[in-house]
């Protein structure tokens, strides 16, 4: 799994409801605790593959309409933990206000593991849109070096390039080992495949994103004013995985609009 890219990224819908739905269902005797999100968004970005800044988010890709060797497909990167606005602010540029709030509620299994919802609320997330074809697999794909759509990378944005900013919600479920045990660096766990103890649960994220377009993006000229729409929801390991939800992620949207048009 790439960094930027695949779709075990997709999530769960009416992930709120279902959150709700889990802690009903909660044995007799079964206590859930809170920890603070700092826990999570502090574990992210500990590797750097796919370019000079570190790995601070998975990316959202959709399917795409392939006639080989082109595809319409699409990535995109969002600083839900807000790792890239930290990158920017160590390298000299001015804070992009992102804001970050939320929970994390962990509920004690039978089985010693613990269920671990996390719930996480992005303010002014830096946001870049990419190509993306699944078929093309030399070079590797990645969000930062596929030609861009929408928005600027970190590195673009410290060299002049404008910033698209985004309000994100990510909700994620997954069974740690015991409770209290340490929150996963969701890039290196989900999407590079490093091993780690944690069973994925449920993912579920969505945004929406201000900034400018790229004429690659076809909306209009460089830099018309456009607008990027996020939803990944699927049912991952709960599913049928039968026609066209076999992957388990029956929306995959990443949708840019000029705005005014």
Request: some cysteine; overall charge negative; glycine content about 10%.
């Amino acid at each position: 799994m790439n960094c930027y890219s695949n779709r075990i990224t997709r999530c769960l819908p009416a992930a709120l409801t279902l959150t709700l739905c889990v802690f009903c269902l909660r044995p007799a005797g079964a206590q859930s605790t809170h920890r603070p999100i700092t826990d999570f968004t502090n574990a992210q970005g500990t590797t750097s593959v796919f370019g000079p800044t570190p790995d601070y988010a998975i990316g959202f890709s959709t399917s795409a309409t392939c006639i080989p060797p082109q595809c319409d497909g699409r990535i995109a990167v969002v600083d839900y933990a807000g790792g890239g606005n930290r990158y920017l602010i160590s390298h000299g540029y001015p804070s992009l206000g992102t804001t970050i709030s939320g929970d994390i509620l962990e509920r004690p299994l039978a089985d010693g593991r613990a269920e671990v919802t996390v719930t996480l609320h992005t303010t002014n997330a830096l946001t870049f849109v990419s190509t993306w074809n699944p078929l093309l697999v030399s070079p590797p794909q990645s969000a930062t070096t596929n030609p861009r759509l929408f928005g600027s990378t970190p590195t673009e944005v410290l060299a002049g390039g404008k910033p698209a900013l985004a309000d994100s919600h990510l909700v994620l479920t997954f069974k740690n080992p015991s409770p209290g045990a340490a929150m996963p660096d969701v890039v290196a766990w989900l999407a590079l495949g490093n091993p780690a103890p944690q069973e994925l649960v449920s993912l579920y994220f969505d945004s929406t994103a201000l900034g400018t377009l790229h004429a690659l993006a076809g909306l209009g000229p460089e830099d018309t004013p456009g607008k990027c729409v996020i939803t990944e929801t699927g049912v991952l390991f709960r599913g049928t995985f039968k026609g066209a939800t076999s992957d388990g992620f029956p929306v995959e949207s990443v949708d840019l609009h000029a705005i005014g048009r």
